[in-house]
Every structure is written in structure tokens, then in C-alpha cells.
């Protein structure tokens, strides 16, 4: 859009009312890249790191044990929580309700599977705490952690360089030598 | 030493009291059994004996629960957890969630004190090899059968080393075997010195390990004796608690004729 919305001076074409300059193609370009960029650096986090040794690492790091534990029993709650609602979608299905057939039956089949599922990770969520109690979790200080995620010297190379490149791209905004955009 | 003394609880919210003027003592190495019908108030009686009701459960105690000559009110529940542990009946909800393999969820205790490295993984390998669950080690803790959910459980709860252990069915969703294998974990933590309380309504179980007997109803200790003469009761039954099968067995044979001395000289040497 912006390649037409742009206010600029060299028009490239022209398509009915809309002016194409090169001003909106120079955006629309650095624009692209950017979100290429933001969303290539979050496809590869997503691919190359496996969420528990990320949590696990920042907790090595200093992240307190307390949201480490917030962080990672979410992670494992949701494959828990897809199996409770199958345990109960079949036992609900046993006492003859209809899950399957249109829209409308698959929505009105869905609330008595709601309400036991959300019930019963409530009454859990006592007994589970009363279980992490017992086994020290209140302790104040940091806990031990029993492995170390492998960091080869190639690795800290990389993430060096990337720091470096970083620390230039911002010092290069400060100073104008990167602009920008108009 | 477990000590509790003068024990009475109500929960928060609740009219009346759960516990009536409990007491129980548990020697060091000593296993005593808790047997009831249902709502007689065991599973209470276990948080009231861990320290957990109130501390964490909340509601009102009157009475005194003092572990090794330390009370327990003045203690944290990090503190109380290195002196007294806790296990509950549905394997289910002693998962940490945050463990991605069983050797870690049994480690997580040792590794929330704090302790070295070389410490937190000779307690988990021990208490591994204490419930034989070395085939698991590698497994997702949520992808376990309900018996060896149960067993990685009660390891978790070996990990610590407690002095004091409380037991609430720990052997509901096992098979004979698995509930063997936990008579043998439990007899050989009380020969480290540790005591233990079991609730529990298999009997047999009980029979085998355990020096005594406490039966609960209505919030009431009702009787408490060797194993042998609890057991032998014959009041038992009608306070809904099915004498294990040596009982059984025993009184149906001297119901029968056989002279009582004979018969349990007959089960000493089956059992021996």
C-alpha cells in the first residue's frame, strides 16, 4: 500500500487515481525487510530452541525459580489439559452425549465439557501445590540444577558477533550513519 | 519422634471439627498403619500429622504436633518439608508439571534444598533403585501408567530422606506387585530410622509392614494395638475395615474347630 500512499516526488506508474513513486517503493522495501527480519529471527528461535532448556538456561542465568516454575508448568499444561478434555469428552460421550454432526451439535455438545474440565483442574491445583510443598518448593535462594545446556566455543562466537553487530547497528542510529526511515 | 498431641481441626469454612483430640505417636523406625471407613477423617489426620494442615491447608488446630522435640507451628514449609513428607492418593496431582523426564521429577526436592550436585543425584539413583524404577528414568512423568505414577511419586518422596514419612493410600492404583515392591521400599526406610504412617485400605499391605495399628472413625482414634491384635479385632468389621486375609483366614479356621493355637502356629511358619 505504501508504495501508492507515499507522498513522493518520482512517480514511477500510474494505476487509475494512484501514483506509484519511488519514495513509497524505497518504504515499502525497508518495511519489508524489517518485518523479514523480525519475524525470520522468531521463526528461528521457535525451530532451533526447545522451550524448557530455554526457561531451565535463564533460571541458570538468574531467572527466579519461582516464575521458571510458572514458565515451564504452563508449557506442560496444555498436552495435560487436551488429555483431561479426552478422558471426559469419552466419558461424557459413554452417558450419550452427541459431540459429533454440525456446528450447532458440536457447539451445544461442548459446554457439559467445559465445566468438568475447568472443575477439575481447579480441585488439583490444591493438592498439587500441598505435593511441591513437600518437597521443599518454598525454599527461599535458588534451586540446583543438575544440567547445564552445552554452549560450544562456536556458539558464544556467534552470539558475540551478533552482540557486536547489535551494539553497531544502535551506535550507527545514534550517530546518522543509519537514518531513519523518511 | 512424631508427636501429636491433643489434635483437633476444622476446616476453613466448616461448622464442625474433622479431628477430635488426636493423639499419635510415631517412634523413629516404627511403620504404623491407619486404617477407617471412608470420612473417617485418615486423609485429615495425614495433613494435621505433616504439619501441612494448617500451615498450608489453613483452617484451626488446637493441639501440638512436634517433630523430633522441634514444634511444628514455629516452622516453614520448606523446613517441615526436610523433616516430614507427605504423599496423596492420586499420583496425578504429585507430578511437579515441570519435569521433562522421571529421573528429574524425583530429583526436583533434593534440587529445591539446594543441594550439591553429587548429593541430589545419589538420593534420586537411590531412591530409583529402592522402588526398581531404573526402566523409567528416561520417561515423560504425564505419560506413565497410574501404578508407576504412583511408584515415581513415592521415590520423589524417598529423594528427600525425610525423618518422618506420611503415606495417604500410596498403593490405590498398584497391582500385587507393585504394592510388594512398596512394602519392601517402606520396611527398608524405616531401617534407616525414618517413621512412617500409612494410610491405607489394604490391609494385607499393612499386615505385612507394619508394627501397629491405629483405627479412626468419626474423627476418633477407636483402637490402637500391635498390627496382630488390631487386626484380629473382631469390632473391626463393623467399623467397615476388612481384616487382612491372615485374620480372615485365622478366624474361620477356629470358627471351624481348629484349635487357635495351632492355626497361628501355621501362619507364623506360612508367613515366616
Not at chain 2, 39 to 49: F, I, P, Y
Not at chain 2, 166 to 179: F, K, R, S, V, Y
Not at chain 2, 238 to 243: A, H, I, R, S, T
Request: aromatic fraction near 4%.
Amino acid at each position: 500500500m505504501s508504495v501508492f500512499t507515499r507522498a513522493g516526488t518520482t512517480v514511477l506508474f500510474t494505476i487509475g487515481p494512484f501514483d506509484a513513486t519511488l519514495q513509497g517503493v524505497d518504504f515499502a522495501g525497508q518495511t519489508l525487510v524489517r518485518l523479514l527480519a523480525i519475524s525470520t529471527a522468531i521463526g528461528l528461535f521457535g525451530l532451533t530452541t526447545e522451550p524448557r532448556s530455554f526457561v531451565l538456561d535463564l533460571e541458570r542465568r538468574g531467572l527466579s525459580p519461582r516464575f521458571a516454575f510458572v514458565a515451564l508448568a504452563t508449557l506442560e499444561a496444555v498436552p495435560a489439559m487436551v488429555e483431561r478434555a479426552s478422558v471426559i469428552a469419552s466419558a461424557q460421550r459413554a452417558r450419550g452425549l452427541d459431540t459429533e454432526g454440525s456446528i450447532r451439535a458440536r457447539l451445544r455438545g461442548l459446554l457439559p465439557l467445559v465445566g468438568p474440565v475447568i472443575l477439575s483442574s481447579l480441585t488439583e491445583v490444591e493438592e498439587r501445590s500441598l505435593a511441591l510443598e513437600v518437597r521443599a518448593f518454598g525454599k527461599p535462594g535458588r534451586r540446583q540444577l543438575l544440567w547445564r545446556i552445552p554452549d560450544s566455543g562456536a556458539q558464544l562466537a556467534v552470539r558475540s558477533l551478533l552482540m557486536l553487530a547489535l551494539v553497531a547497528a544502535i551506535a550507527g542510529r545514534l550517530t546518522g550513519t543509519f537514518p531513519a526511515l523518511p | 519422634m512424631l508427636l501429636l498431641e491433643g489434635a483437633t481441626y476444622r476446616y476453613a469454612g466448616y461448622a464442625t471439627e474433622v479431628l477430635h483430640d488426636v493423639d499419635l505417636r510415631l517412634d523413629d523406625g516404627e511403620i504404623v498403619g491407619l486404617v477407617g471407613p471412608n470420612e473417617a477423617g485418615k486423609s485429615t489426620l495425614c495433613l494435621v500429622a505433616s504439619g501441612l494442615a494448617p500451615a498450608s491447608v489453613g483452617g484451626s488446630l488446637k493441639g501440638t504436633l512436634t517433630l523430633d522435640g522441634t514444634p511444628a507451628a514455629g516452622l516453614e514449609t520448606h523446613e517441615l518439608a526436610q523433616r516430614v513428607v507427605v504423599g496423596f492418593q492420586n499420583p496425578n496431582t504429585q507430578r511437579s508439571g515441570i519435569a521433562a523426564t522421571v529421573f528429574e521429577e524425583i530429583a526436583i526436592g533434593p534440587m529445591n534444598l539446594g543441594l550439591p550436585v553429587t548429593e541430589t543425584v545419589a538420593r534420586t539413583r537411590e531412591a530409583i533403585a529402592r522402588l526398581r524404577l531404573e526402566h523409567l528414568v528416561e520417561r515423560d512423568p504425564q505419560r506413565l501408567s497410574g501404578g508407576q505414577a504412583q511408584l515415581v511419586g513415592i521415590a520423589a518422596l524417598l529423594a528427600m530422606r525425610p525423618r518422618h514419612v506420611i503415606l495417604d493410600e500410596p498403593t490405590a492404583q498398584l497391582d500385587p506387585a507393585g504394592t510388594h515392591l512398596v512394602g519392601e521400599a517402606l520396611r527398608a526406610l524405616a531401617g534407616t530410622g525414618a517413621s512412617l504412617l500409612i494410610a491405607e485400605h489394604k490391609t494385607d499391605l499393612l499386615d505385612e509392614v507394619c508394627g501397629r495399628i491405629i483405627v479412626i472413625d468419626g474423627g476418633r482414634i477407636v483402637l490402637d494395638g500391635p498390627t496382630a491384635a488390631v487386626f484380629d479385632d473382631p469390632r473391626l468389621a463393623e467399623l467397615g475395615v476388612e481384616p487382612p486375609a491372615r485374620a480372615r483366614l485365622s478366624r474361620a479356621l477356629v470358627e471351624r474347630g481348629v484349635d487357635p493355637a495351632v492355626v497361628g502356629q501355621a501362619i507364623a511358619s506360612a508367613a515366616g
